[in-house]
């Protein structure tokens, strides 16, 4: 139990007077953990360690990035030998084509690659060249989808009070940022997602007027959210049906399920695909990936797709990219992450059957989130922001903040298992929630 964050607070008073909030991302601030952030300084395979010297099991691993855990030897080295020959240059390298020939040998969708910096850049470009392949400009999301920050997808990314939603057939529009003109939504379809019935009757509607469907094919933004059996299946051959491309953004779920993502767990060929997080083991990057017959249009022409960056395929994150992949290429390296993960799941489901409480754990393997809820399932947007306590969770984090699991106290995100985690991890893992659940209500 950390006996004092005595420092972390006040780092927390000093990054007030220079940061807004005192972090760089709202989700990391006192808005979340209450009474504010705890400073992390140092991270090692599983654990990391605050500002005061207490020690935890972190089980948000960087929003889902870390996926070979806190410095890696093989990463350290390949980031130090790297460095000393010069970070970037923007410039063709041998480093981008290592990387783009290691995600294509794991995602076979992948004809041909395209770096991005952040998972927001990858979904934004996909999202300019459906437009450009196809010549149409709408597109649909779905509700409580989260693409990044971009403004068009910025519609309905939030939970809200149910009453707030509207019907399912029509729902509410709820623009998630100040600051985006409104016609810009003018060009966004809204549907609910998970009900087939609800996709066939929007896409008679709009199918031919759009240029993408963009999906998570687990929603990971609401937690945990799995598709219902031959939900992504029916997207694909609604999407083929009206001559829209299927964008699948495996930003959360890229190289973390199968080495092929989601695509290759559910067996769907996306026409575009967009990785980030995992992808770059702790690094930030982006990739956006699919034919050359869609790709080919940023060739370089009057009339190509235009994208540009300084820090596109940066040789020190490609670098670290190639030798990522390679480990998660190498034998076992999903069954641990599957086999830890499922340990955990089974683990907390056991802890909050004795304890009687209202709680079911979604998800499997390497990813996973808990909802206290009377629902036996969460299936979607409307059934998250009706049937979840998400105060009950935020204090039920709190409480295994201080026994030293380090997660976000926020139910729409969910826990990571990385290749660092071990068996042992689990079981302080699960103690620990035994105790939090104690009293709690
Ligand atoms: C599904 C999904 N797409 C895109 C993004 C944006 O990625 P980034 O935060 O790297 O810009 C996120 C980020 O959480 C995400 O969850």
Redesign the pocket.
């Known amino acids: 139990m950390p006996a004092t964050r005595k420092n972390s607070r006040q780092w927390f008073e000093r990054s007030e007077q220079s940061l807004v909030e005192g972090v760089n991302s709202p989700s990391r601030g006192a808005a979340v953990f209450s009474p504010g952030p705890i400073f992390l300084e140092r991270g090692q395979g599983s654990h990391v360690w605050d500002a005061d010297g207490n020690e935890y099991v972190d089980f948000l691993m960087s929003?889902g990035a870390l996926i070979q855990g806190h410095a890696h030897p093989r990463l350290v080295e390949v980031v130090s030998q790297t460095m000393a020959q010069g970070s970037h240059f923007a410039a063709a390298t041998s480093a981008e084509v290592d990387a783009a020939e290691r995600l294509r040998g794991m995602v076979p969708s992948a004809e041909v690659v395209r770096f991005t910096n952040?998972?927001?850049e990858a979904?934004m470009l996909a999202l300019r060249l459906a437009r450009a392949h196809t010549g149409r400009t709408k597109f649909l999301k779905f509700e409580g989808h989260?693409?990044?920050w971009y403004d068009p997808y910025l519609l309905n990314a939030h939970s809200h009070a149910p009453e707030r939603l509207g019907p399912p057939e029509n729902p509410a529009r709820m623009p998630d940022s100040e600051g985006i003109p409104a016609a810009t939504f003018d060009d966004v379809v809204l549907a609910p997602w998970n009900d087939i019935s609800a996709l066939e009757r929007v896409m008679k509607q709009h199918g031919t007027d759009l240029a993408a469907v963009i999906t998570?094919p687990i929603m990971?933004?609401m937690g945990c959210i799995l598709p219902r059996d031959g939900y992504l299946q029916r997207l694909r051959s609604l999407t083929q049906q009206y001559g829209a491309l299927l964008i699948l953004?495996e930003?959360?779920t890229g190289f973390r399920y199968a080495p092929g993502g989601c695509q290759e767990y559910y067996g769907i060929t996306p026409d575009i695909s967009t990785f980030?997080?995992a992808l770059g083991g702790g690094f930030p990057v982006?990739a956006v990936a699919g034919p050359r017959s869609i790709l080919d249009r940023m060739r370089w022409s009057e009339h190509m797709v235009l994208h540009y960056g300084t820090f596109n395929g940066h040789r020190l994150t490609m670098r670290v990219v190639a030798a990522n992949l390679d480990l998660l290429s190498a034998d076992g390296a999903y069954q641990k992450l599957h086999a830890v993960g499922n340990a955990a799941i089974a683990g907390l489901r056991e802890v909050f059957r004795r304890h009687r409480m209202k709680a079911i754990v979604q998800g499997f393997g390497p990813m996973f989130q808990i909802y206290f809820t009377g629902r036996e399932a969460i299936h979607d947007y409307r059934d998250y922001c009706s049937y979840v306590d998400t105060g009950l969770y935020s204090r039920f984090i709190h409480r295994l903040l201080d026994q030293g699991i380090y997660m976000t106290p926020s139910n729409g995100l969910h826990w990571i298992i990385s290749t660092a985690h071990t068996e042992k991890d689990v079981a302080v893992l699960i103690e620990a929630a035994d105790r939090a659940c104690a009293g709690l209500e």
């Open positions: 929003f952040t998972g927001s979904t989260y693409h990044g998570e990971a933004n953004d930003v959360v980030g997080k982006g």
